[in-house]
């Protein structure tokens, strides 16, 4: 049990465990399993992520279909501290819990800071095609995400739902290529290990890749964001990851015909 202000005093002497299944807000999300929702605390923003297990099933059902299942919020608390260890730009939990050794029915949650005002970098880059932005704010951008991308998986961290709409474009001051500030965010599913499997590098890349196929990237763009990734000579890079590039062309070009196919649904 970890809390910090305002919920060290908010919950002094009660079980954090009840209170937090009082807490009152926007509701983003409502499964069996997992609530999110939005809060506020003497006029600050908060998001709320409460787990009370899969159970059994479920878990088996993920194993099967070799998907890594999302046990806890202790998953989401670890990723961030290695993140804010790496000076990855991210969220800042304020409480965490989790209680219970049996996976399928652990009770656990984790209360972050809200990021606000901030726009996704998806929702910012929306109408490129039609307008193209300063070139140097573009270059800019795909600079520090790539920087963030590539820090990210240095740490041991991979996201596994890896898209540009996780990016948060901070707006309480003007955008500017000079001054502008990104945070990533949304990573419940994320793994944290010593060192970051290649599988898991590329399946991350991919999903970045293919979230960005509409904003009008240049190839040029995308060499960019290679040798910011890889932060080597973009030669070097091109050479020793040519197995990787076909990969990822081939898989962004999959995911986008999934998704011309089925849409939302995807």
Request: charge should be positive.
């Amino acid at each position: 049990m970890i809390l910090a202000e305002p919920f060290k005093t908010l919950w002094q002497g009660r079980d954090p465990f009840a209170e937090v299944e009082r807490l009152q807000g926007q509701v983003y999300r409502e499964l069996e399993g997992r609530r999110t929702l939005r809060t506020e605390v003497d006029g600050r923003g908060y998001f709320v992520k409460i787990h009370r297990g899969i159970g059994w099933g479920e878990i088996a059902k993920n194993l099967i279909t070799a998907k890594a299942p999302v046990l806890g919020a202790g998953q989401e608390w670890r990723a961030l501290q290695r993140l804010h260890e790496a000076g990855v730009p991210t969220m800042t939990a304020v409480a965490y819990g989790e209680r219970g050794n049996n996976p399928a029915t652990q009770h656990s949650f984790i209360i972050t800071e809200e990021l606000a005002p901030t726009i996704s970098l998806e929702d910012f880059a929306a109408n490129w095609r039609e307008q193209p932005p300063q070139p140097r704010l573009k270059r800019a951008l795909i600079a520090q995400v790539a920087h963030m991308a590539g820090d990210m998986h240095r740490a041991g961290v991979n996201h596994r739902d890896f898209y540009i709409c996780h990016f948060l474009l901070h707006t309480d001051k003007p955008v500017t290529a000079e001054d502008f500030r990104l945070s990533l965010i949304d990573l419940h599913r994320a793994q944290v290990r010593s060192e970051t499997p290649h599988r898991w590098r590329n399946k991350d890349l991919a999903g970045l890749y293919f979230s960005a196929l509409d904003i009008g990237l240049t190839r040029r763009d995308l060499l960019r964001f290679l040798k910011g990734y890889f932060q080597k000579p973009l030669r070097q890079s091109l050479r020793e990851e040519a197995a990787l590039l076909r990969w990822l062309e081939g898989r962004a070009a999959k995911l986008y015909k999934r998704k011309q196919r089925y849409g939302d649904a995807l």
